[in-house]
């Protein structure tokens, strides 16, 4: 099939900044992403998308995104804090304080939506729970243990968790810009940092099989 005939996925990724400085392991993730998905004998085309951490970058790749009519959006980040995948269900339009690499900062800390005004939290439509629950199903035998294999304490992650704090910097800011262009179609992921515990390439396993998940709601709902 034709790219031209293919439906379109984005998923983006964050470059470096404050506390990853040399490597952002959302990026390093995401572009190991596979170029197509296919689905129902539908194919689409799994577009790859790095972004400045910066307000005026997030704001542009966010129009840019959408002007396309993509079938899904999926934004990436890195927590330092992660220890397996987290899937956000909701973003917030009231803690946006911190500086971006350009040293830019939103004024009160939240912005005028061009759809939802000033809402002050946007949730995702999608299945968070569900996708959770199938991903870490399919992803039960690829994570790593808390303590050596060996040991009395050994226990596995699970590959992926709900979660409700996507922060208050340019992971939440993204997520609430691209929840107000389309909740149905929308999703925000933080990755752990790289070997914390997953490789980049664990990491973008499980990203694809949360892609992989997200696309067959959006095509049940548009049935």
């Not at 990724?13 to 596979?34: D, I, M, Q, R, Y």
Request: glycine share 4%; proline share 5%.
């Amino acid at each position: 099939m034709a790219s031209s005939d293919r439906k379109l996925i984005v998923v983006s990724g964050f470059g470096p900044f404050l506390g990853h400085e040399t490597v952002n392991a959302s990026w390093e993730a995401v572009k190991l992403l596979p170029e197509v998905l296919s689905h129902n004998d539908i194919e689409y085309d799994i577009e790859k998308r790095l972004v400045a951490v910066e307000y005026g970058a997030v704001d542009e790749a966010v129009t840019e995104i959408w002007k396309r009519q993509p079938d899904l959006v999926i934004h990436v980040g890195v927590s330092g804090v992660a220890k397996c995948v987290y899937i956000e269900k909701l973003a917030y339009n009231h803690k946006f304080r911190r500086a971006d690499n350009c040293d830019k900062r939103l004024p009160n800390g939240s912005c005028e939506l061009p759809n939802h005004g000033h809402a002050n939290v946007l949730k995702t439509e999608l299945d968070v729970d569900k996708i959770v629950a199938i991903v870490n199903e399919k992803c039960a035998d690829c994570v790593a243990p808390t303590e050596p294999p060996h040991s009395d304490n050994a226990r596995h992650l699970s590959a992926t968790k709900a979660s409700k704090n996507v922060g208050d910097f340019l992971c939440g800011y993204i997520y609430l810009k691209s929840l107000d262009m389309d909740k149905k179609r929308s999703l925000f992921v933080h990755v752990p940092p790289i070997d914390k515990p997953f490789s980049s390439e664990k990491t973008a396993d499980i990203v694809f099989r949360i892609v992989e998940q997200c696309i067959q709601q959006v095509v049940a709902c548009d049935a």
